[in-house]
Each structure stands twice: as structure tokens, then as C-alpha cells.
């Protein structure tokens, strides 16, 4: 068994920019992310958050920092930039995790109005 550094994506929105919204949107995103990769916070190497300009009433890595498990996790939060006529309101996610599986396998969830984003990779999972 090979251990290797695996990239997952994902990606969600939300309705409005206040502190729970964003809240809700983090931890449904990272919920789904890890049901369906079934990894433990001691796997992940480290976790990218990107905003669109228009988030701005709390950092994404401050609510994961709460997450069991995840305060030794290294986090860290960036702006999206900003291209005309993007999504709005959007929460991006690169999570690298510590793993035997191949990229292959890595599942990746794009949630909300995020699923535009890559209809490639809406799938319907169980």
C-alpha cells in the first residue's frame, strides 16, 4: 500500500452573507466531502478556501477549525478572483488528503448553485 497526497474539489453557495448562512454551507460542503471520501481529519495534509469577493462575515477555515478533530488541521483562506459574470456568493474548497487511493477515486461535490460550476462531476451519490 502507497500513500500519495490527493487533491478533492468542491464547491457551494449561499443565500446571503451572514455568519450563518456561511456557517451551513461550510459544514454541509465538508460533510459531504468527507462522508463520500471517508478520510479522517489526521489525513488531510492541508485545506484551501476560496470566497467571492461578496463573503466577507466569517472565514471558512474559522468555522472547519471548529469541525471534531480539525484544530491541527492547517487552513487557510483566499478571495476568489473575480471574473465577469461568475457565480455569486461562492464558497470553493481544495482539500489534500493523505491516502492509498488513486485521484481516480477521489470524490469531489459540488453543491447548490456551485453545481453549475462542473456538471461533469454531478453525480448522483447514495
Not at 470566497?51 to 476568489?80: C, S, Y
Not at 465577469?84 to 474548497?93: M, Y
Amino acid at each position: 500500500m502507497e500513500w500519495k497526497v490527493r487533491g478533492i474539489r468542491g464547491a457551494t453557495t449561499v443565500p446571503e452573507n451572514t455568519v450563518t448562512a456561511l456557517a451551513e454551507a461550510v459544514n454541509e460542503l465538508l460533510d459531504e466531502i468527507e462522508v463520500h471520501n471517508k478520510f479522517q481529519a489526521e489525513d488531510i495534509v492541508c485545506v484551501f478556501f476560496t470566497t467571492t469577493a461578496d463573503l466577507d462575515q466569517v472565514f471558512p477555515a474559522a468555522v472547519a477549525r471548529k469541525r471534531l478533530g480539525w484544530n491541527h488541521v492547517p487552513l487557510i483562506d483566499l478571495q476568489q478572483m473575480h471574473v465577469q459574470g461568475s457565480l455569486k456568493r461562492c464558497i470553493r474548497i481544495l482539500i489534500q488528503v493523505n491516502t492509498c487511493l488513486p485521484q481516480s477515486a477521489m470524490i469531489h461535490r459540488y453543491l447548490r448553485q456551485a453545481q453549475t460550476l462542473r456538471p461533469d462531476l454531478d453525480v448522483q451519490l447514495k
